[in-house]
C-alpha cells in the first residue's frame, strides 16, 4: 500500500508540474498554434455503481475510434496513439474495473469478467452517445470488443487489430497452464498462475521479442506492476485468468460476425509475441480476406517499440475508412 501511496503522489507532483509548464507554454503561444494542440480529457463515469476512468479526446462530432486496453495496463497503453489520432477523431479509451485509474471494487462483490467488461463499454458508448464506431482490439480487448460487435455489428465502422485472439490456433504454448485451469478452478491450478502478476512477467511482456529495449520507457512496466500489487488486485486478475476461458466458445460467432459483416480491418501485430504468436494473427485471412495485414518486428506491445511505424498505418487506414462512413 506504502508503494502505491508514493506513486500517487509522485503522479500527482508530475501532473501539477506539468500542468503549470503546459500553462506557461500556452500562454506564450499564438492563438493559431495553440488551436493546433489536440488536447486529451481524463474523466470519470459511473456504470452500476462504478467509478470508471476513461480518456477522451478530439472532436465531439467527429468519427468515433474505441481504443480497448490489454493486461496488464490500462489505457495508459494509448497515451501516445491519442494525440495522433485526436485532430480528426472523436476517441474514447476506457479503464476496465481493475485496471488503471478505475475503481476496484472486491473480487468477491463484483464479476470480472469479459461479458461484464463488454456490457460497460456498451454501456459508456451509450452515455457518450456513440452509436457508430471503429474498434482498436488490443490483448483482453479482442473479446471485450468482439463481444460489443456481435452485439451491436452494425454499429462498427472498421477494426483494429493488434496481438488478440479471435481463433483458436491462436492458443499455444503460453495457454497450457491456463488451459488447465479453465478445466479445474482449484485451488492449485488458480496459485500455479501466480507468477502473471509478477514484475519478472511484466517486465517480460513489454522487452520480450524487442529488438532495442531502449525504445520502450520503464516507467510502462513499473508502473502497471504497482497497480497489479494494489492489496486484492491478484485475486481480480486471477478471476479474469479463469473467465478468459469464456471467450473460445465464441470465437466461431466471432469468425461469423467478419464473414457476414465484413468491416474494414487492418491488422498490425508483433510478430515476436509470445503470449499472442502469429500462429493467431495468420487465420483472420480466412474470414477477412482484404485485411490490410502487418506482421510488425516487435513483441507484445508494439505500439511501446514501434510507433513509427505502426502509427502511419493505423492513421492512413482509418483516414481512408472512415472518410466514407
Do not use: C
Not at 480518456?55 to 496513439?81: C, H, I, K, M, Y
Not at 463481444?147 to 493488434?162: E, G, N, S, W, Y
Not at 511505424?309 to 466514407?324: C, G, K, M, Q, V
Amino acid at each position: 500500500m506504502k508503494r502505491y501511496s508514493l506513486l500517487a503522489a509522485a503522479l500527482a507532483l508530475a501532473a501539477g508540474i506539468s500542468a503549470l509548464l503546459g500553462g506557461a507554454a500556452a500562454r506564450a503561444q499564438s492563438p493559431a498554434v495553440a488551436q493546433t494542440l489536440n488536447v486529451t480529457h481524463y474523466r470519470y463515469t459511473t456504470l452500476e455503481g462504478v467509478r470508471v476512468f476513461y480518456r477522451e479526446a478530439g472532436p465531439a462530432d467527429g468519427p468515433v475510434v474505441l481504443l480497448l486496453q490489454g493486461f496488464p495496463t490500462s489505457s495508459q497503453q494509448f497515451r501516445n496513439l491519442i494525440p495522433a489520432l485526436s485532430d480528426r477523431y472523436h476517441v474514447i479509451a476506457p479503464d476496465y474495473p481493475g485496471f488503471g485509474l478505475s475503481a476496484a471494487p472486491d473480487h468477491t462483490k463484483f464479476a470480472y469478467t469479459f461479458a461484464h467488461y463488454a456490457t460497460l463499454m456498451d454501456d459508456l458508448l451509450t452515455q457518450l452517445g456513440a452509436n457508430r464506431y471503429a474498434i482498436y482490439l488490443f490483448d483482453y480487448g479482442a473479446p471485450v470488443g468482439f463481444r460489443v460487435a456481435i452485439k451491436h455489428p452494425d454499429r462498427v465502422t472498421a477494426l483494429i487489430i493488434q496481438n488478440g485472439n479471435a481463433y483458436a490456433e491462436g492458443l499455444q504454448k503460453f495457454w497450457d497452464p491456463m488451459k488447465v485451469y479453465w478445466k479445474a478452478n482449484t485451488p492449485a491450478n488458480r496459485a500455479a498462475l501466480d507468477f502473471l502478476v509478477t514484475m519478472k512477467t511484466t517486465q517480460f511482456q513489454y522487452l520480450h521479442g524487442v529488438s532495442d529495449a531502449s525504445r520502450v520507457d520503464p516507467w510502462t512496466y513499473l508502473h502497471d506492476q504497482e497497480l497489479l500489487d494494489r492489496p486484492g488486485n491478484k485475486d481480480i486478475q486471477l478471476d479474469l485468468f479463469h473467465d478468459y476461458g469464456s471467450n473460445v466458445p465464441l470465437y466461431p460467432k466471432f469468425q461469423s460476425f467478419f464473414r457476414d459483416r465484413k468491416p474494414p480491418a487492418l491488422l498490425i501485430w508483433g510478430k515476436n509475441d509470445f503470449i499472442f504468436p502469429p500462429n493467431g494473427a495468420y487465420p483472420y485471412k480466412r474470414d477477412l480476406p482484404n485485411i490490410e495485414f502487418h506482421l510488425i518486428d516487435s513483441g507484445h506491445f508494439l505500439l511501446e517499440d514501434k510507433p513509427d511505424e505502426a502509427f502511419p498505418l493505423i492513421r492512413n487506414f482509418l483516414d481512408r475508412t472512415l472518410s466514407a462512413t
